[in-house]
């Protein structure tokens, strides 16, 4: 007979979650996270960050460079954004829960020393990290989460979500057994990729004040 897959072997962080406890807890646990390969050449895990009394909360895709450095999450230039379009939009940052889907960077490097260029979780890594998001959501119980680009949107509602159908719309969806409200946007790093930044960061202000307005 075959030996049990060791954890990273198996892809999945479910070995690593405690069943009880709070953020901090869980927080805790997730720097020792072995659950898929990323952690390996990542610097750290990067855990959410907020109230858990939080009225919304904000998924992201992964952890970028500045992120994996730091520990924490969105304190890059798409988070500097992305604080900015909340506090313009009504919402208050430090009110809201942010967190990634997936919990270690993912990048490629040429060799030590270069650039690392972010790389898109696969759908298994995200499966992968998804009971730590399960515990996030349990936690929170936010009234509403906005959605932060495609990958984020993968990871909550199945590989078939297509963040332009259905962005700056309210839905309703069971998600890890909770029946929930969200508002899928763009990630705040495709605003600042777009040609048009000006318009596309009207666009995604026009979505984060339609959550405001949903929280009322």
Request: glycine share 12%; hydrophobic share 40%.
């Amino acid at each position: 007979m075959a030996p049990d897959p060791a954890p990273e072997d198996a892809y999945t962080a479910a070995p690593f979650v405690p069943a009880r406890g709070g953020l901090g807890v869980l927080r805790e646990a997730a720097a020792g996270c072995r659950g898929c390969p990323l952690h390996g050449p990542a610097t750290q895990t990067v855990f959410g960050e907020g109230d858990e009394g939080a009225r919304v909360m904000l998924v992201g895709e992964q952890p970028g460079d500045q992120e994996d450095r730091q520990g924490r999450p969105f304190v890059g230039p798409a988070g500097h954004l992305l604080h900015k379009a909340l506090e313009e939009a009504g919402l208050d940052p430090a009110q809201a829960y942010v967190t990634n889907a997936v919990k270690h960077f993912k990048f490629a490097q040429t060799e030590p020393g270069k650039r690392r260029i972010h790389r898109a979780p696969s759908l298994r890594e995200m499966t992968a990290c998804a009971p730590w998001l399960a515990r996030e959501l349990a936690l929170v119980q936010p009234e509403l989460i906005i959605i932060l680009g495609a990958t984020a949107g993968k990871a909550l509602l199945g590989s078939a979500f297509r963040v332009g159908q259905v962005r700056g719309t309210v839905i309703e969806r069971d998600i890890h057994g909770r029946p929930e409200r969200l508002l899928p946007t763009v990630h705040p790093s495709s605003v600042l990729r777009a040609d048009d930044r000006d318009a596309a960061y009207q666009g995604f202000l026009a979505d984060l004040k339609t959550a405001a307005r949903t929280l009322g």
